[in-house]
């Protein structure tokens, strides 16, 4: 099984940004336990700040992977672009977030891309990744 891990704007500074929120360890250091977790699956990483390249990686991997764990940051809660992206994939997607969007501010509330994903996990901090592959695995 190969799942891609796609994190979108500002999730390159975890570990750094807002702790309180986000917590204490980057995302590449929590990687390897990840992968140690799943050693049957590969998980293939990538990050950027940018809509278009979150597309691109999307695109490239949306018709040969199995699934993709998509935090897609701050575009959640803006891009058509990312929701029109992730219909016209072959592989499921699960939108992921670290913290309990629905606890913060309002317009965290909306999602513009959750209709078009498999399912939602949110607020279980970084183990929210692990639980999108664990379901993954089970649509698998």
Not at 12 to 37: H, Q, T
Not at 50 to 59: P, S, V
Not at 77 to 96: F, K, M, Q
Request: charge should be negative.
């Amino acid at each position: 099984m190969k799942i891609q891990i796609i994190n979108g704007p500002n999730l390159n500074l975890l570990g750094v940004r807002e702790p309180g929120i986000y917590g204490d360890s980057s995302f590449e250091s929590y990687l390897p336990k990840l992968k140690e977790a799943f050693p049957d699956v590969e998980i293939s990483y990538y990050q950027s700040n940018i809509e278009g390249e979150l597309i691109d990686k999307m695109q490239q991997v949306g018709f040969s992977y199995d699934g993709i764990v998509l935090n897609a940051g701050a575009y959640t809660h803006t891009s058509i672009a990312l929701h029109d992206c992730i219909r016209s994939l072959r592989c499921p997607v699960v939108e992921v977030h670290i913290s309990n969007v629905h606890t913060r501010e309002e317009f965290r509330h909306k999602s513009m891309i959750s209709s078009a994903c498999l399912g939602v996990i949110c607020g279980f901090g970084l183990d929210s990744y692990r639980l999108a592959i664990e379901g993954l695995r089970l649509k698998k």
